[in-house]
């Protein structure tokens, strides 16, 4: 499956799971280290995308090519290429739940054995105007050493080697933040979380 159809599916399985609404969110990925990316047009509804809702980004040029039509979005997913050369895909969503919790000051409790594998710590953005280098700049600069992040009263992004991988920590991203909610309504606090002495074991797997 080439990279335009890996992320059709992963848009249409976003938008399946609520984790998006409209034509918010973007989605891009670069063939193994490339300099060249795919990202999501401005516009589009990610579970509508086909070989036309792309628009193909240089990693290293700070300008949109004559025809592009690149999602607002487009350096956020440049510069977090430039700081992570191990990154292949960024899946950016728009979790409503995730994003309440945030803005809250409930952090996102990892409490299953697929949350720590996945997300490992999860960064966190200060709020930025979508589409600012700012944003772009501050993002990158926690994808250095995280593969998910909550991006303030936004959303989220989640980095991988493949489309799949980063649509996987998405996916677990957003049930935790579920499971997160679920636990406040019981009453239960921060000891939930997966505990600490066997987190490092699951990593390795």
Known sequence: MDLKAQLARAGRVAVERGLVVGSGGNLSAREDGADRFL???????LDRLDD?????????EDTIP????????W????LTYRARPDVNAIVHLH????????????GIRQITTDHVYYLG???SVGYSRPGSVELATDAARVAEEHDVMILRRHGCSALGGDVDMALR???NLSEAADLTFQSCALGCGDEIN?????RQDLRTI
């Open 66 to 73: 004559p025809g592009a039509n690149p999602s607002v979005e």
């Open 52 to 60: 036309t809702s792309f628009s193909m980004m240089d990693v290293n």
């Open 39 to 45: 990202v999501s047009n401005s516009g589009t509804w």
């Open 75 to 78: 350096r956020l997913h440049q």
């Open 95 to 106: 979790p409503q739940l995730l994003v309440l919790l945030d803005a809250a000051g409930v």
């Open 121 to 123: 710590q999860i960064g």
């Open 169 to 171: 920590r998405a996916l």
């Open 194 to 198: 997966f505990p600490d002495a066997d």
